[in-house]
T-cell receptor
Framework: ETGVTQSPTHLIKTRGQQVTLRCSSQSGHNTVSWYQQALGQGPQFIFQYYREEENGRGNFPPRFSGLQFPNYSSELNVNALELDDSALYLC????????????FGSGTRLTVV | DAKTTQPNSMESNEEEPVHLPCNHS???????IHWYRQLPSQGPEYVIHGLTSNVNNRMASLAIAEDRKSSTLILHRATLRDAAVYYCILRDPGGSQGNLIFGKGTKLSVKP
């Protein structure tokens, strides 16, 4: 059983650019959630995807968008990057939307300069 | 949003039990209490969850107060690998069912 895989592990972007982060969910899981974790803080919920549709969103602007594919993998896209977008981006997969027993990836460290 | 309160940090000695407290006075009747931990340079890891009764698994035990306004995660014998940030989380009652609301957690240090 493979866990959650995120790519890339590290990324440096310039303010104003766009970025795409990728996540492969754990085998057997059909739901993917994305979180942003600033240094020294707990993860903050961005949004969740279930059956290829957004199933809830946290307090993030529309320039944060996502996709889920038929194989349940997912992408997080961020447009018009700002310095404050620098953070660890975590992907979590689960079977169903109930929120128990999420499996998290190790994250993508995004630095915006 | 339902919120939890945890101590910022705790220390333990190796091979001793650790009791990590969490207060959640605004918990609703259908909220489950989840615990996750985050080791350095890793994503959070599921530890345990429960609703009303105490729960045990291979990693830890969860003791839930009768009024459900507090809970305690119990590590029976701490090891150096248990050094991590421990998060007590309630499922968001008003928003997406997938929204786990993380606080700052408790940073557990384990001394050899």
């Amino acid at each position: 059983e493979t866990g959650v895989t995120q790519s890339p592990t590290h990324l440096i972007k310039t303010r104003g650019q766009q970025v795409t982060l990728r996540c492969s969910s754990q085998s057997g899981h059909n739901t993917v959630s994305w979180y942003q974790q600033a240094l020294g803080q707990g993860p903050q919920f961005i949004f969740q995807y279930y059956r290829e549709e957004e199933n809830g969103r946290g307090n993030f602007p529309p320039r944060f968008s996502g996709l889920q594919f038929p194989n349940y993998s997912s992408e997080l896209n961020v447009n018009a990057l700002e310095l404050d977008d620098s953070a660890l981006y975590l992907c979590a997969s689960s079977f169903g939307v109930a929120g128990a027993g999420y499996t998290f990836g190790s994250g993508t460290r995004l630095t915006v300069v | 949003d339902a919120k939890t309160t945890q101590p910022n940090s705790m220390e333990s000695n190796e091979e001793e039990p650790v009791h990590l407290p969490c207060n959640h006075s605004t918990i609703s009747g259908t909220d489950y209490i989840h615990w996750y931990r985050q080791l350095p340079s890793q994503g959070p890891e599921y530890v345990i969850h429960g609703l009303t009764s105490n729960v045990n698994n291979r990693m830890a035990s969860l003791a839930i107060a009768e009024d459900r306004k507090s809970s305690t995660l119990i590590l029976h014998r701490a090891t150096l690998r248990d050094a991590a940030v421990y998060y007590c989380i309630l499922r968001d009652p008003g928003g997406s069912q997938g929204n786990l609301i993380f606080g700052k957690g408790t940073k557990l240090s384990v001394k050899p």
